[in-house]
């Protein structure tokens, strides 16, 4: 009988009842009394109990279930109810970390690398500064240069012609007469006059070339070294933007790192934390009850041991039965009326006898089709909140009753079901028509048609039928109430053994086979994994002689830098003591010589500015001629200059070297300053950049060797061996072709469990009993069971566990009534028993020894209750206690020797138990 018509037939015997109950008592059974009732509308209905207060557990991480606490039991906040898989994570964490400490190495390579190009960048900087610099001192110093030695000697050539000019254009008058007179030739006189003009342009020359001097450079000179100078500046300006945008981009590509790094050392941090989350346990006192899984192409399967489950997916539910609720659909048509608030009332299916009160606590506000009712009607789910406590109450039972959603009113009704096509029967047998209202399945209100106090028939009354059957005898027997179902046996020590890669199946040994620990069960093909184990090894040794030849070309490029910084340092030593020279004062004895020379130079000027004075003298009487005496002034004149040259000379040597020299040396000390510094940190940057990429490939070799060993452990355990001692058998896992053990061809998941290795020392039974017959069941009854190939022989077993809540049977179809799971603990024990075999079960619930019973087929019942008929065809009321499948006991109203009528014939309006 399906679930759905056995909560139709639940609610028949409720109606039942109260419309007994509605019947007149004293009268005639089958006449009813019209009279005023209080009415109350109700609308029936079926649904399940759930806990009001329960917490969903769900997945930290994707992962295999490993462990899993029974279901259906009760358990303590903070107890451990599932152990997640860690491989992957474990996997997970290495590779992360090791990618972690690779980012790490190139972040510090380019931070490395960075450090000492952005140095390179600010020695050129450096440089264009310092050139810079030289480009614009050159530039003031040529733009107010005056050449006071050439201004020197042109001032002084300049006096020495005027003075010539002078007494040549005195004796030009004298020379004028002399032509006139004859004394001298007109020639003579023109060759005068030639020299005077002569002497007056280059006067006029000297006049221009001491302008020119006092102006200093000219315009084109000047020009070009502007054009030097702001060449220089705009190199420098240009060295200046290369560093900031340098600054800034290397600022960027270092943030990318950092986020990378920082994420690879979150995924480290996130896998520590899943790997602490690995073990699940309540947040709270309740019962499991674990979640079903999509399988693909298959639908909905409970989680158990192996099961793959993903971040967030919901492993379990923890139910507290403290505080419990209804959840129910109704059609959409039955909601009118029916409010937050409304009271029902309820029966257990498995205990349809007592009812208990809830309230509607939510009216949903979605309406949606059952895929698994035909009628396409659209319903919408409830929720009531129980208002008793009951340790009878059990997550997932099924639950029929009514809810009441009108305040009770007195108006005039009659039975339901004495109404037929708008008539009812008078006591006197006449046919009324009436006209109804409202109904509630018990009762329908009368509008029209019967008033207070008349009578209708209830029934019709019908003739007795002749009851038939054989005669037999009252016997005693044992009897014994059982619950029998079918179950499996399984063995209390497992060893499972599953897949270590994916991969093809080449043999397998037979299921039942009983092997050693170490004994080879499963052969899975290698030939993928050896190939990618050949890749590997020879990844890593081309890693390995990379990592040599780095070694080696560390130890040339560092030699080869050494030396470059040995020259480097050699001339900045030189550069050194250059600039010194030109910045420290002369030696002495250099100073010597230059004063000697300042003072020879003044003893000779001093000789010759004498020797002039008497020349003049004696030009004046004429005694030496204006030639020797122009002659002798330009001596003077030569060693004037001669000795203010070596009086300049001697100051510079005094205060150093010159402006420009010591510009030069600096500039040139400050270069060889910078490169050989530049060579020594470029030294320390190689070294320390050969050790990062040394350590890096390290790493990577680290990694290689760590895969190449997770691949041969692989490949070893692509032979799958025997855990422990036991029997061989192996699973059902969904496949493409629907759920079936696995066979060799078959391609199976890395981490699949293919079977197990069972110890047959110790065994228990899983079954599922029907939760009608939940009632009927206690921890510690005793349990019989047969085996498939030998009904005959009964095996002892004890009920050891019951769970905790209902849930739907394996059809998966949900009107065929909710199970409950129980474990039974085998006493017996027989080298007949295997694992995974189905056996007969039967729990002895109640037993009763040397029993008078009857077969059922002879027991009668009615609403006195129950009778047998003797050979007589007399009636006799018995008294009953349990029964098995085939008989009753009965407690009063026969005794053995006894005879009675066995026959499944029964009296109209009568009906068996």
Request: with cysteine.
């Amino acid at each position: 009988m399906s679930r759905y018509y056995k909560n139709i037939f639940v609610i028949i015997i409720l109606i039942s009842v109260f419309s007994f109950l509605s019947c007149g008592s004293g009268e005639d059974s089958n006449v009813y009394k019209v009279k005023k009732t209080d009415f109350t509308s109700f609308t029936p209905f079926v649904g399940e109990l759930y806990s009001v207060d329960e917490q969903v557990i769900s997945s930290p991480f994707d992962s295999k279930i490993i462990w899993m606490k029974t279901e259906g039991v009760e358990v303590d906040s903070g107890e451990i109810v599932v152990r997640l898989d860690t491989e992957e994570i474990n996997a997970s964490i290495q590779s992360y970390k090791l990618e972690m400490e690779m980012a790490q190495k190139d972040l510090e390579i380019f931070d490395r690398s960075s450090a000492f190009e952005r140095r390179f960048k600010e020695r050129d900087l450096k440089r264009k500064e310092i050139s810079l610099q030289s480009a614009k001192e050159k530039y003031e110093y040529e733009k107010d240069y005056v050449d006071s030695t050439n201004l020197l000697k042109y001032s002084m050539n300049r006096e020495v012609l005027q003075d010539e000019i002078q007494k040549l254009q005195e004796s030009m008058k004298e020379y004028e007469k002399f032509s006139k007179k004859g004394f001298i030739s007109k020639d003579e006189y023109l060759q005068y006059q030639f020299d005077l003009e002569t002497k007056k342009k280059e006067i006029k020359r000297l006049d221009n070339n001491i302008t020119i001097n006092k102006r200093g450079r000219s315009e084109v000179d000047i020009m070009q070294v502007k054009k030097q100078y702001e060449d220089a500046l705009k190199s420098y300006e240009q060295a200046k933007e290369a560093l900031d945008t340098f600054d800034e981009k290397k600022k960027i590509e270092r943030e990318n790192m950092t986020t990378e790094l920082k994420e690879k050392k979150d995924k480290v941090e996130h896998y520590r934390q899943q790997a602490q989350n690995s073990v699940i346990k309540a947040n709270r006192d309740g019962v499991i009850i674990y979640n079903k899984t999509l399988k693909s192409g298959i639908g909905f399967e409970k989680l158990t041991v192996g099961s793959d489950i993903y971040e967030g997916d919901g492993i379990l539910t923890i139910s507290d039965r403290k505080n419990m609720g209804i959840k129910l659909d109704l059609y959409e048509f039955d909601l009118k009326g029916i409010q937050k608030g409304d009271h029902l009332e309820f029966a257990l299916d498995s205990d349809p006898e007592n009812f208990y009160n809830a309230v509607i606590s939510r009216v949903g506000n979605i309406a949606y089709y059952n895929e698994n009712d035909s009628r396409k009607v659209k319903k919408v789910q409830l929720k009531a909140k129980v208002q008793e406590d009951r340790t009878s109450f059990k997550v997932g039972m099924t639950v029929s009753g009514m809810i009441f959603h009108d305040t009770p009113e007195s108006i005039i009704t009659v039975p339901t079901y004495c109404i037929k096509d708008s008539y009812v029967k008078l006591t006197s047998g006449k046919k009324r028509k009436v006209k109804t209202g409202r109904s509630n399945y018990f009762d329908t209100e009368i509008l029209d048609g019967l008033k207070e106090g008349d009578r209708i028939l209830l029934s019709e009354k019908k003739e007795s039928e002749n009851i038939s059957g054989e005669p037999i005898k009252v016997k005693k027997k044992d009897i014994r109430l059982s619950v029998k179902e079918t179950g499996i046996l399984e063995a209390v020590e497992r060893t499972e053994f599953k897949s270590p890669a994916r991969a093809k199946v080449l043999s397998m040994i037979d299921e039942g086979s009983e092997v050693k620990k170490g004994d080879v069960i499963v052969n899975l093909e290698k030939k993928d994994y050896e190939e990618e184990k050949q890749k590997i090894e020879a990844d890593l040794a081309l890693k390995k002689e990379e990592l040599q030849m780095l070694e080696k070309g560390r130890d040339n490029e560092i030699f080869k830098k050494e030396q470059e910084i040995r020259l480097r340092e050699i001339d900045y030593e030189i550069a050194k003591m250059e600039y010194e020279k030109t910045i420290s004062p002369p030696p002495e004895r250099e100073l010597k010589t230059l004063e000697l020379d300042y003072e020879i130079s003044g003893k000779k000027l001093e000789n010759i500015e004498k020797e002039v004075k008497i020349n003049e003298e004696m030009n004046k009487k004429g005694y030496v001629s204006d030639d020797t005496l122009r002659q002798l002034k330009n001596s003077y004149y030569t060693a004037k200059i001669n000795h203010i040259v070596n009086g300049r000379r001697l100051d510079s040597r005094k205060q150093g070297s010159g402006k420009t020299e010591k510009m030069l040396a600096e500039n040139d000390f400050k270069y060889k300053k910078l490169d050989y510094e530049m060579a020594s940190q470029e030294l320390e940057n190689q070294k320390a950049l050969y050790s990062l990429r040394m350590e890096k490939l390290k790493l990577q070799i680290k990694r290689l060797e760590k895969r190449l060993q997770d691949y041969k452990d692989i490949i070893d355990d692509m032979d799958i061996k025997a855990g422990d001692d036991g029997v061989v058998g192996y699973i059902e896992r969904w496949t493409n072709s629907g759920r079936r053990k696995t066979e060799v061809g078959d391609e199976v998941w890395n981490g699949a469990v293919i079977g197990n290795v069972a110890r047959v020392s110790s065994f228990i039974i899983k079954a599922r009993i029907p939760e009608t017959e939940y009632t009927l069941l206690e921890k510690g009854q005793k349990v019989f069971f047969t085996l498939p190939a030998d009904k005959e022989k009964k095996y002892e077993g004890v009920l050891d566990d019951i769970s905790l809540f209902a849930q739907d049977n394996d059809s998966g179809n949900p009107n065929e009534g909710k199970v409950f799971d129980v474990i039974i603990t085998v006493i017996s024990s027989s080298k007949k028993f295997q694992p995974n075999i189905s056996v007969n079960i039967e729990i002895v619930v109640k037993e009763s020894k040397d029993a008078v019973y009857v077969p059922k087929s002879a027991l009668y019942a009615d609403k006195d209750g129950n009778y047998v008929i003797t050979p007589s065809e007399n009636k006799k009321r018995v008294k009953t206690g349990i029964s098995d499948s085939e008989d009753i006991e009965v407690l009063e109203g026969l005794k053995e020797g006894d005879t009675v009528l066995d026959s499944s014939l029964k009296k109209t309006g009568e009906k068996d138990d």
